[in-house]
């Protein structure tokens, strides 16, 4: 498996996502759903872990003004949990 692919694809679907959808569906797909998955296939898997921080850079190169406005939208609980995946202190959303 290639998991550089994986994540690349997952980028590429969340422009077509946010033409269509806007951003908040955009962030959703890409950051609390297809993020999350692939940071836990990372925990079991050496491949996908060593793919995580090229993958987390890619989230935050999109927009970071528009994506830390997204994690200060989300519930408190998923919102530290994406905060400890992508090293952004509370204080900062």
């Known amino acids: ?6 994540w690349k ?9 946010r033409r269509r959808f806007g951003l908040k569906s955009a962030l959703d797909y890409l ?4 993020l999350l998955n692939f940071a836990e296939a990372a925990e079991k898997h050496p491949e996908f ?3 995580l921080p090229r993958f987390q850079a890619a989230v ?10 997204y994690l200060a ?5 998923t919102r530290r949990k994406l905060q400890r995946l992508l090293y952004v202190r509370g204080s900062a959303c």
């Open 49 to 51: 872990a060593a793919e």
């Open 9 to 17: 694809k997952q980028c590429q679907a969340t422009r077509s996502v």
């Open 60 to 69: 935050w190169a999109s927009s970071p003004y528009e994506f830390a406005g």
């Open 1 to 6: 498996m290639q998991c550089h692919k994986v």
């Open 31 to 34: 950051v609390s759903e297809k």
């Open 73 to 77: 939208s989300l519930r408190p609980t």
